[in-house]
T-cell receptor, first 115, second 117 residues
Framework: GNSVTQMEGPVTLSEEAFLTINCTYTATGYPSLFWYVQYPGEGLQLLLKATKADDKGSNKGFEATYRKETTSFHLEKGSVQVSDSAVYFCALSLLNTGTASKLTFGTGTRLQVTL | DTEVTQTPKHLVMGMTNKKSLKCEQHMGHRAMYWYKQKAKKPPELMFVYSYEKLSINESVPSRFSPECPNSSLLNLHLHALQPEDSALYLC????????????????FGQGTRLTVV
């Protein structure tokens, strides 16, 4: 089956520190990969995506590269801010029923950034 | 516009009540989803609609009844829920069109926080 493994949290960093959240996946087929972010009390927002090997997704200073050889999609940011404090979910998507995609999520990693 | 709108934002209901959650999108997406999210957990898929037809039911109890009246709307009817059904219910949509945008991203609403008392 399909699965996503994320590093355990919480991750606590000082403002302006470098962030890495590891994500690896197992999939039957050729998935698309996503990072979603969830701020307290809110729904999920798409942060970035990659649809094929060696694609780099980027948004708001966050980056992740689709590595097929290591089945990984690690999230990085060079300098985190307090406003980045949230839960980050790695996810994969495979076309399942002809037109609808089925998302498989990792367990989520809580990031807390302090001043 | 990449917005999925859910109403209500909060709902408290008794175990004998009947209520409905509503979801709307105007992005022309043809796939719509209901997810359930418990605290500190990832979302769990409940139902998938493709072209207004139910295509996936993840063995959800019959006290949850989905409905897709048209391509923009998705409802979740609730009846005789249990306290353990208290959770954040998330609606999402994706392009879901034949030959277009395979494996495309899903856009989520803000969710309805449901409390069953």
């Amino acid at each position: 089956g399909n699965s996503v493994t994320q590093m355990e949290g919480p991750v606590t960093l000082s403002e302006e520190a470098f962030l890495t959240i590891n994500c690896t996946y197992t999939a039957t087929g050729y998935p698309s990969l996503f990072w979603y972010v969830q701020y307290p009390g809110e729904g999920l927002q798409l942060l970035l995506k990659a649809t094929k090997a060696d694609d780099k997704g980027s948004n708001k200073g966050f980056e992740a590269t689709y590595r097929k050889e290591t089945t990984s999609f690690h999230l990085e940011k060079g300098s985190v801010q307090v406003s980045d404090s949230a839960v980050y979910f790695c996810a994969l998507s495979l076309l399942n029923t002809g037109t609808a995609s089925k998302l498989t999520f990792g367990t989520g990693t809580r990031l807390q950034v302090t001043l | 516009d990449t917005e999925v709108t859910q109403t209500p934002k909060h709902l408290v209901m008794g175990m004998t009540n009947k209520k409905s959650l509503k979801c709307e999108q105007h992005m022309g997406h043809r796939a719509m989803y209901w997810y359930k999210q418990k605290a500190k957990k990832p979302p769990e898929l409940m139902f998938v609609y493709s072209y207004e037809k139910l295509s996936i039911n993840e063995s959800v109890p019959s006290r949850f009844s989905p409905e897709c009246p048209n391509s923009s709307l998705l409802n979740l009817h609730l009846h005789a829920l249990q306290p353990e059904d208290s959770a954040l219910y998330l609606c999402a949509s994706s392009q879901g069109k034949q030959g277009v945008g395979m494996n495309t991203e899903a856009f989520f609403g803000q969710g309805t926080r449901l409390t069953v008392v």
